[in-house]
């Protein structure tokens, strides 16, 4: 198939071009490079510098493409910048999507797998999360992604040949097994970099947000999938789309790692005792959160091949170590 990759530069978008180009799929790449990197870009993708909001001449790269179906990575992704600058929030993640829709209704672009986030749940009454609870965010990054998948809904219910798969992602993870993708955010705030960065000396230390949770260790809970798993169930969830379809699955591996599991593993794997203090609670995270993974697995027969916590980080300091600057020393 013909396949547009939204936030191809960026951590997840990269690793998706990577492995639907190994899958044999044509694949187009847009990012307007705010946050992504231009090394993380697929040699054998047709790129653009393009930016959601550009409707027209993202109807003009759909139409010259012959794109299928539409993956959709590009957004900001982070919890507490969302709580400070919301109406950026709005502005990139969902009025970029409306936009990006308006311009697959006009290049008659009929699928779309949308990269949607466990934000959406909020705080959930009971874990394990299935597909079917509530979904009230407690945060603007939550709302953003949750009103995509409500325009997604209503464009499916009016248009019969249009389709699509909002996979709500847990805590993604890990870099390409083979070396060639990592993972490199500015600022990093993500666990397991902060970790790996402090391993490598380039942090003093880890600080633990909050000991004090509801917990059996008092530190919050996350279900960690590795980013080649993810993408997997992406290019399975593209190819199962039929007409009128509106898909939505959870996308973790089902089970739980608090923080202090995390370091523990971290310190395993890195073999460095690297220095950990307790900090407050960071604002907006709930203390649990794991997904009931059943529904992905039965329908499309997704099946994640890292259940390991180790061996994920473990694929993760591949990259660091022999990338301590991340991107910033790549060229292709
Ligand atoms: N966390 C932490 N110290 C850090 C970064 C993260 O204790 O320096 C905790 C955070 O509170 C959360 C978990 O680690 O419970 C995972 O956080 P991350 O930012 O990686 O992902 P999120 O769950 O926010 O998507």
């Known amino acids: 198939m013909n396949v547009l990759v939204t936030g191809g530069a960026g951590y997840i978008g990269s690793h998706a071009a990577k492995a639907l180009i190994e899958a044999g799929h044509r694949v187009s790449i847009i990012d307007n490079l705010e946050r992504g990197h231009a090394a993380a870009v697929h ?20 139409q010259q493409q012959a794109i299928d179906c539409v993956m959709h990575f590009a957004a900001l992704a982070y919890v507490g910048e969302s709580v400070q600058q919301p109406l950026r929030y709005y502005d990139n993640n969902t009025a970029g999507s409306l936009s990006l829709m308006k311009a697959m209704a006009d290049a008659n672009v009929p699928r779309m797998v949308f ?103 008092g530190t919050c809970i996350r279900d960690y999938i590795h980013v080649e798993d993810l993408v997997d169930a ?20 089902g089970r739980g790692y608090s923080v202090r599991q995390m370091v523990d593993a971290a310190r395993a ?44 980080i473990e694929t993760a300091w591949q990259w660091f170590k022999t990338h301590p600057d991340g991107y910033a020393a790549t060229t292709r």
């Open 43 to 62: 040699p054998q993708a047709h790129f653009q510098k393009l930016d959601l909001r550009e409707t027209q001449a993202l109807t003009g790269l759909l």
């Open 269 to 312: 794997v890195t073999g460095v005792n690297f220095a950990i203090t307790t900090g407050p609670r960071r604002p907006g995270d709930p203390p649990e959160l794991y997904a009931n993974a059943d529904l992905i697995q039965r329908e499309l027969g997704f099946k994640p091949r890292y259940t390991d916590i180790e061996r994920i």
């Open 234 to 253: 992406h290019i399975l969830a593209m190819e199962a789309l039929k007409d009128g379809d509106a898909r939505f699955y959870n996308l973790g591996i």
């Open 115 to 217: 990269s949607s986030t466990c934000a959406t749940y909020g705080i959930p009454q009971t874990m394990p999360i299935v597909e079917t609870m509530p979904q009230r965010p407690i945060n603007p990054y939550g709302w953003s992604k949750l009103f995509v998948e409500r325009m997604l809904a209503d464009q499916a219910a009016a248009v019969p040949e249009f389709a699509f798969t909002a996979l709500r992602y847990f805590n993604v993870a890990g870099c390409a097994a083979d070396g060639s993708l990592g993972e490199d955010h500015d600022p990093e705030t993500h666990l397991i970099p902060v970790m790996l960065e402090a391993a490598l000396g380039k942090r003093e230390q880890v600080s633990i947000f909050g000991e004090d949770y509801p917990t059996p260790d």
